[in-house]
């Protein structure tokens, strides 16, 4: 079993940024892969960014491309996300998730098995 715990999130204006961190605990997160998603209200949840635990490779939605980064902490069972020049409609929960590396389909379909709570962020014009 995999716990996750998002915090970070909170309310910046246009042009701002904040740091995401993920807080995991139980098993080992060796062959996972550990994606952010965002929901919006109204709209259906998004991919944002995702990092293979071991090997550190990240991907990233075109939208966010230039401007988000995903790293991890293996040491702190950490995975964090900057977010630079936030923008408005970037308003959205932002969630934590995770998945055996060798399983997923893509990093961006998933099937994701592990989910946090969300943690709110909200980008004021």
């Known amino acids: 079993q995999v716990q996750l715990v998002e915090s970070g999130g909170g309310l910046v204006q246009a042009g701002g940024s904040l740091r995401l961190s993920c807080a995991a605990s139980g098993r080992t997160f060796s062959m996972y892969v550990m994606g952010w998603f965002r929901q919006a209200p109204g709209k259906e949840r998004e991919f944002v960014a995702a990092?293979?635990?071991?090997?550190?490779?990240?991907h990233y939605a075109d939208s966010v491309k230039g401007r988000f980064t995903i790293s991890r902490d293996n040491a702190k069972n950490t995975v964090y996300l900057q977010m630079n020049s936030l923008k408005p409609e970037e308003t959205a929960v932002y969630y934590c998730?995770?998945?055996?590396?060798?399983?997923?389909?893509?990093?961006?379909?998933?099937?994701?098995?592990?989910w946090g709570q969300g943690t709110q962020v909200t980008v004021s014009s």
């Open positions: 998730a995770a998945t055996n590396a060798l399983a997923i389909k893509s990093v961006r379909v998933g099937p994701y098995d592990y």
């Open positions: 990092i293979t635990w071991s090997g550190g490779s990240t």
